[in-house]
């Protein structure tokens, strides 16, 4: 497995302004993804965060609402921007690992609050 | 795409009983099924997994089995503990590849009681 950090664990924010989350791990990575999970819900996936270039994104998500960046193998970021009251949830870094490709961890999530 | 379903929503056991938990998919490429434990304030934790290459995987009181012409898999978990209680989710990864993205049911709420 892997030791997944992210930042910060929680946060209380307004409407309209932004949050950038951040993921760090500790092992060498092949995959990194972003899901939300909403109150009471399952996983969605929001995108693939691709090393160097631009993320892939799910249906219903875009790039500027949740622009992501991943300047090296380890480490990721999510911004959630001009936010809503919607946009509360727990959001989710997930990676798979170079010795496990098929195995994905889970960081232990940032809880957003949206006022 | 992957659809997964998963039964029951919600579970409530006494200790020591037996609890499974039921998922069919729909991707019949799909080679990859893993199982996630989510504790109150937590991330989901990977507690066990199978690949389409065997029909059972067991992990002290935890088993996987897979019916690969039924399209369904389960978890089973002997011995329930009250640290077992946790909302579960059952994936399965679409297409069959190691670069597949996971599809998840819409979980389990694990109640063990005392």
Known sequence: SAVISQKPSRDICQRGTSLTIQC?????????????????????????ANQGSEATYESGFVIDKFPISRPN???????????????SSIYLCSVRLADSPYEQ???PGTRLTVT | ???VEQHPSTLSVQE??????KCTYSDSASNYFPWY???????PQLIIDIRSNVGEKKDQRIAV???KTAKHFSLHITETQPEDSA???CAANAGGTSYGKLTFGQGTILTVHP
């Open chain 1, 24 to 48: 760090q791990v500790d092992s060498q990575v092949t995959m990194m993804f972003w899901y939300r999970q909403q109150p009471g819900q399952s996983l969605t996936l929001i995108a693939t």
């Open chain 2, 87 to 89: 909302v579960y989710f």
């Open chain 2, 16 to 21: 020591g009983d037996s609890a499974v938990i």
């Open chain 2, 1 to 3: 795409g992957e659809n």
């Open chain 1, 105 to 107: 961890y889970f960081g």
């Open chain 2, 65 to 67: 089995t897979l019916n």
């Open chain 2, 37 to 43: 434990k989510q504790e109150l304030g937590k991330g």
């Open chain 1, 73 to 87: 193998l380890t480490f990721s970021t999510l911004t959630v921007s001009n936010m809503s009251p919607e946009d």
